[in-house]
Each structure stands twice: as C-alpha cells, then as structure tokens.
Nanobody
Framework: VQLQASGGGLVQAGESLRLSCSAS????????MSWYRQAPGKQRELVAS???????KYADSVKGRFTISRDNAKDTVYLQMNGLKPEDTAVYYC???????????????WGQGTLVTVSS
C-alpha cells in the first residue's frame, strides 16, 4: 500500500494550491485521512483531518482558508489551500488509517511529502 501526494509548489502570498493524495494497493477500507505539515526546524503538526463519514477538523491557523475533502471511490484526499501565507511554507504529508486486504486491524500510512513554498 502506498500514499502518493502531489500538488505542491511555489506560490505568492494570497494565492491558492490544491494538494492531492491517492492511496493505492490492496486496500480493504480507509478510515480517517489527514494532512500534516512540517516547517524547517519545527515539529510536524496536524493541518486537517476528515473521517470516512466526512467529518472534518482543522488547525486553528488554517480555519477558513483550507478545506479538506475526500473521494472514497478514488481513495483520495484533497487539501484546497486558499489565501496562502508565508507561514504556510512547509512539507505537507498525507496520512491515512488504512486496512489493507488480509490485515486484521487498521494501520497508519504516510505519503512521501510535497513541498509548499509561499513567498511574500
């Protein structure tokens, strides 16, 4: 099972980006899907999460600017980022609680990270 993130890049403050993360492999079920980020010299932090029933949570710093969504048919989670600020600069990682075929419990999987750089 793999999580493949994409969509990062270099933008100016105030612009938007949309991140995508798709899970592939012998997947039986995916529970919560999340986006984390890690800025240079800082700890990884939760940005947003979405349950299988599409209940969402956001970090206070991104509320009103970022929107997390998912397409269960495609095993994909998205992060729409609007009004980007220089302090949003970080490597963004997707995360999923996933039950793969043959397993008896959910495990946590991470994508490889995608860099978002916001210039002022």
């Amino acid at each position: 099972v793999q999580l493949q993130a994409s969509g990062g890049g270099l933008v100016q403050a105030g612009e938007s980006l949309r991140l995508s993360c798709s899970a592939s492999g012998p997947i039986f079920s995916i529970d919560a899907m999340s986006w984390y980020r890690q800025a240079p010299g800082k700890q990884r932090e939760l940005v947003a999460s979405i349950s299988k029933k599409e209940s969402t949570k956001y970090a206070d710093s991104v509320k009103g600017r970022f929107t997390i969504s998912r397409d269960n048919a495609k095993d994909t989670v998205y992060l729409q980022m609007n009004g980007l600020k220089p302090e949003d600069t970080a490597v963004y990682y997707c995360n999923a609680d996933l039950l793969h075929v043959g397993a008896t419990w959910f495990n946590e999987y991470w994508g490889q990270g995608t860099l978002v750089t916001v210039s002022s």
